[in-house]
């Protein structure tokens, strides 16, 4: 109906409305992580202290669900978001044509921030809505890189994330203005971005 009408479908569609039990391992954040966004898995211990979130497709597959993204890695620094989406072999065939939605959501009053990126066989097109002014810090609110994984870095300040602050986001990929692939399946992931000092509190 969104397409008939010439209207981009909300990413809310690419959660199924029929709740599915789908076996998920998620791993929260441990300590800040600064990676270098490159598209590329640079060093082992650039990631170290990050989240993951990963779904057991065996469970997935018994209901024809088709996987894309194999892992995500999330974390952040005092001033960041970083994510991580590691794609399954052949995958990357397909992204050429997709576009990866991230959603946020964060503050009081809650306020919710979207990013699309568009893949172009190894280029990136980055599409920022409703991100909030950023503080002049000579940075890019939005930061990616695609290769062998792509990586992202967005400004806690451009998402409205107050200091100490906390955020919760969604990553779906799209093609043709249809979803692909979502993490997580349901609901939200979330992260507490409060001082080094907290993570072992």
């Known amino acids: 109906i969104y397409r008939a009408l010439g209207r981009t ?13 789908v076996g998920e391992v998620r791993v929260e954040p441990s300590g800040r992580i600064s990676p270098v966004i490159d598209g590329v898995v640079t060093s082992y211990f650039e990631w170290i202290g990050a989240g993951l979130y ?13 996987f894309l ?7 952040n620094d005092a001033d960041n978001l970083y994510l991580r989406m590691d794609f399954h072999t052949g995958a990357e065939e ?18 919710a921030s979207s990013i699309g990126i568009r893949f172009d066989h190894g280029r990136l097109e980055t ?11 000579g940075h890019c609110p939005v930061e990616c890189a695609f290769h062998n994984v792509l990586e992202v870095r967005i400004s806690l300040a451009a998402l409205g994330v107050p200091p100490g602050g906390g955020l919760e986001f969604q990553v779906s990929l799209w093609q043709g203005g249809l979803p692909m692939d979502a993490l997580p399946h349901q609901g939200w992931l979330e992260i507490v971005t409060g001082d080094s000092g907290e993570w072992f509190g």
């Open 54 to 66: 990963r779904v057991d497709e065996r469970s997935g597959a018994m209901h024809g669900r088709k």
């Open 94 to 111: 397909g992204l050429p044509a997709m576009e990866a939605r991230i959603s946020v959501q964060a503050g009081e009053p809650c306020r």
């Open 127 to 137: 599409t920022e809505l409703e991100l909030a002014s950023a503080p002049e810090t």
């Open 9 to 21: 479908p909300p990413e809310e569609l690419s959660r199924p409305i029929l709740r599915v039990a």
């Open 69 to 75: 993204v194999k892992e995500l890695y999330y974390g």
